[in-house]
């Protein structure tokens, strides 16, 4: 079982990039305004703005890669394990959860799924290892 690298759509790599792009202009100009001394509560305004185009921005990536990442390492985990394997109660309740994972809980859960898939590769050499016996 290969680690897949799970590259960005060319469309959310250009939406993210125009985002950041846009995130870049306004964080100058929040910087010529202090220079300014312009209305603190202009400055606050921008500052809101910013930061709710970092968190859409965050949001698309989690969405999108890791979201799909976890699909795949469940779907992944699922064929690799034999019925036997130890990790099924845990593949089958991430399976079952998968729609309901929060944003805040998918690296937590990514990092779950890789581990088993790491514990199902090992046991599947482990295996063929004593076939070849």
């Not at 202090?34 to 949001?59: M, N």
């Not at 985990?77 to 959860?97: F, V």
Request: glycine fraction near 6%.
């Amino acid at each position: 079982m290969q680690k897949q690298v799970h590259k960005l759509p060319s469309n959310l790599i250009l939406d993210i990039k125009n985002r950041l792009k846009t995130l870049s202009g306004q964080l100058n100009g929040v910087v010529k305004m202090l220079e300014e001394g312009r209305d603190p509560t202009q400055i606050d305004i921008q500052f809101k703005s910013i930061d709710k185009g970092v968190q859409k921005a965050h949001f698309l990536l989690l969405d999108e890669v890791y979201r799909k990442a976890l699909a795949l390492g469940i779907v992944n985990a699922e064929a690799a394990c034999p019925g036997n394997c130890g990790n099924e109660d845990t593949i089958a309740y991430l399976k079952q959860e998968f729609p309901n994972i929060a944003l805040s809980e998918l690296t937590k859960k990514l990092k779950e799924i890789q581990g088993i898939e790491n514990r199902l590769e090992s046991y599947s050499k482990k295996k063929e290892s004593k076939k070849a016996r």
